[in-house]
T-cell receptor, first 110, second 114 residues
């Protein structure tokens, strides 16, 4: 079983603060995705990173894929209440098997 | 374009009853995934199909769970008999070429077994 551990599990911060979420595994993935899930809905894709060391930016969100393609990070600059949600990383392995991480629940307080 | 459609949206059933969850993937998508989400275990992959063929069912908890995909536009996940520990949100998702591209999730089927 390919396990993806995310840290922290929970995060409650004030609006305007910065934060980083980590996704770690002992397995190598062909690509890694980040999703955000809001209550009562399914996860929605934010980004896919493919190349080791790759960095992608989506407005205030910065995603990085580790050089060895085993880990990833998500950095949010100047968090807004609209960023509140459950953030999930997902590793794509053999035969397109997609395994999700343990999740990070983020609350941004106005 | 319609997204992934799941039914029922909510179900409450008694222990021992059969539960059938249904999914219609996005037209043209050739991968279909069934996930289960709980507070304790997060989002777990149960089984996934490629072109209607099961590729990996190693996440199916036990023999009480079964999944079928009789055609490209329909899949079912069945639990028989159901138990309280099966209470969870069950998500169906589809993808055009598998994990490399976006996986589109349905809104989930919220199952409570009492």
């Amino acid at each position: 079983t390919q396990l993806l551990e995310q840290s922290p599990q929970f995060l409650s911060i004030q609006e305007g603060e910065n934060l980083t979420v980590y996704c770690n595994s002992s397995s190598v993935f062909s690509s890694l995705q980040w999703y955000r899930q809001e209550p009562g809905e399914g996860p929605v894709l934010l980004v896919t990173v493919v190349t080791g060391g790759e960095v992608k930016k989506l407005k205030r969100l910065t995603f990085q894929f580790g050089d060895a393609r085993k880990d990833s990070s998500l950095h949010i600059t100047a968090a807004q209440p609209g960023d509140t949600g459950l953030y999930l990383c997902a590793g794509v392995g053999g035969y397109q098997k997609v395994t999700f991480g343990t999740g990070t629940k983020l609350q941004v307080i106005p | 374009d319609a997204g992934v459609i799941q039914s029922p949206r909510h179900e409450v059933t008694e222990m021992g009853q059969e539960v059938t969850l249904r999914c219609k993937p996005i037209s043209g998508h050739d991968y279909l995934f069934w996930y289960r989400q709980t507070m304790m275990r997060g989002l777990e992959l149960l089984i996934y199909f490629n072109n209607n063929v099961p590729i990996d069912d190693s996440g199916m908890p036990e023999d009480r769970f079964s999944a079928k995909m009789p055609n490209a536009s329909f899949s079912t996940l069945k639990i028989q008999p159901s138990e309280p520990r099966d209470s969870a949100v069950y998500f169906c998702a589809s993808s055009p070429t598998g994990g490399g591209n976006t996986i589109y999730f349905g809104e989930g089927s919220w199952l409570t077994v009492v």
